[in-house]
């Protein structure tokens, strides 16, 4: 069993930066691709950025060229999202996965860009 822990959510205002960080424990072998999922009141859980064992990466239109998911560790148990130039539209929980959509989830981590 695999358990995910984000830090690093908060409020900012528009045009600002914040790092979201998540760290997993348990049973990880063979899992190949970690991500960052996001849901905004109202709307469905959508992928902002994956990166897979191979250092592949798939970003969210919305996101690219803002937003950077990046690996830790050599043991892929820790992954970031740094995230710049935000925008209302970025809030949002915003949640880690590890294996895809059938994989592992974290509790969620809230993120609020409002002036």
């Known amino acids: 069993q695999v358990q995910l822990v984000e830090s690093g959510g908060g409020l900012v205002q528009p045009g600002g930066s914040l790092r979201l960080s998540c760290a997993a424990s348990g049973s990880i072998v063979g899992i190949y691709v970690m991500g960052w999922y996001r849901q905004a009141p109202g709307k469905q859980r959508e992928l902002v950025a994956s990166?897979?064992?191979?250092?592949?990466?798939?970003y969210a239109d919305s996101v690219k060229g803002r937003f950077t998911i990046s690996r830790d560790n050599a043991k892929n148990t820790a992954w970031s999202l740094q995230m710049n130039s935000l925008k209302p539209e970025d809030t949002a929980v915003y949640y880690c996965?590890?294996?895809?959509?059938?994989?592992?989830w974290g509790q969620g981590t809230q993120v609020t860009v409002s002036a």
């Open positions: 990166l897979t064992n191979a250092g592949s990466t798939n």
């Open positions: 996965n590890l294996g895809g959509i059938s994989g592992s």
